[in-house]
């Protein structure tokens, strides 16, 4: 079902964007991409660090923009704890240079200007006015309720944290990952008790069929038993498996299974794997189910949640990638941040890292908000 959110003016205007960006931005510039009159989705992007060119942070925002097929238009809020600054010729507002520079490089692209507000904590004013005046934040109207969307009270930081998890559950996952690696590596040397047990043995049956498996966890719904987090932990420790798991999350299960046959023979023979496993890590190819993203992104908060230290690094950066692609850079920045203070070297969370400091987003983000906007 798609909602319609109207706006008959700037305030209006503001009213909604937390709606469609799911938070309310803070020391953020807020840019959102229209189609004629309509638009889908906000990007959300850090304020310009102090020193940089206005003209290369301009060039790289209107390049995001015009990504998104058929984007003729653009609005762009600044969110900024920064005060406007009275002078005798009138208020300036807080990076008035900057999104100047940004408007003209939108007008050179060819795009209309719909809205430029800046919201400051003493009130939000226009950056289209030659003499902009600060309106009260309580004179916005509350925000709009959207099916399907939650509290939009907290920042763009907001719901990054794992979910709770008790010292026994992590002891309970912990054992169970020991004697599950007992069981499957026989020849590494792991502390555990001898791997006899019935759950061991369930848990090494499951990883039979591992995109069964995989789709198992997402179509659960619920808390992951411990010998289940242990056999996804298992899993994502391996780059090959933690490669066929994310890419049959962000697509369906008969690709799993191609995928994992593609990782064997590649580790068997060395035969090439097909490209199209590196062009989804790289977000491209088609747009995948956001809705088995999220549960999928779900499933290995709980994991990280509940794993030992040392284990957890595989699902924070499994978290950030899911995230990533689900267009959430700052919560992906987050769990690799995480990640990366465990374990500097992992090369996934280098990598992945390494692109979102680029600011380089799914090119299926772009195509799925030109769809919506249609």
Not at 143 to 164: F, K
Not at 202 to 227: Q, S, T
């Amino acid at each position: 079902m798609t909602t319609l959110l109207r706006a008959s003016g700037s305030a209006e205007f503001l009213s909604i964007i937390p709606a469609l960006a799911g938070f309310t931005p803070r020391q953020s510039i807020v840019l959102l991409p229209f189609r004629g009159s309509r638009t889908s989705g906000a990007m959300r992007l850090d304020l310009p660090r102090r020193g940089l060119a206005p003209e290369a942070y301009a060039d790289a925002l209107v390049g995001l923009v015009t990504r998104v097929d058929g984007t003729d238009a653009v609005a762009a809020v600044v969110y900024t704890d920064e005060a406007a600054l009275p002078t005798r010729d009138g208020l300036v507002l807080p990076f008035a240079v900057e999104v100047d520079e940004l408007l003209g490089c939108a007008e050179d692209a060819g795009l209309r200007i719909v809205d430029a507000l800046c919201v400051t904590p003493a009130g939000w004013a226009s950056y289209l006015v030659d003499d902009p005046e600060l309106h009260p934040i309580d004179g916005v109207p509350a925000v709009p309720e959207v099916p399907g969307v939650g509290d939009v009270s907290g920042d763009q930081s907001s719901g990054a944290d794992l979910p709770t998890a008790d010292l026994a559950d992590k002891e309970r996952v912990g054992r169970a990952l020991l004697r599950l690696t007992a069981a499957l590596d026989p020849e590494t040397p792991v502390d555990a008790e001898a791997p006899a047990d019935p759950q061991t043995l369930a848990a090494v049956a499951m990883l039979d069929d591992m995109p069964a498996f995989f789709e198992l966890l997402i179509n659960a719904r619920g808390k992951l038993p411990p010998f289940a987090c242990a056999a996804l932990l298992w899993c994502l420790q391996r780059p090959a498996y933690r490669d066929v798991a994310l890419l049959q999350w962000a697509s369906d299960h008969p690709t799993g299974e191609e995928a994992l046959d593609a990782q064997l023979a590649f580790a068997g023979s060395g035969r090439s794997i097909p490209a199209y496993i590196g062009e989804v890590f790289l977000g491209q190819g088609p747009v995948p189910d956001a809705d088995r993203l999220q549960l999928a992104l779900e499933v290995v908060r709980m994991a990280a949640a509940q794993a030992p230290r040392a284990a957890r690094v595989a699902p924070l950066t499994a978290a950030g990638w899911l995230s990533w692609a689900l267009g959430r850079s700052t919560h992906a920045a987050s769990y690799l941040e995480a990640a990366r203070e465990i374990d500097p070297e992992y090369g996934l969370a280098a990598l992945l890292t390494t692109m979102i400091d680029a600011a380089v987003l799914p090119e299926w983000t772009f195509r799925r908000a030109a769809a919506d906007a249609t």
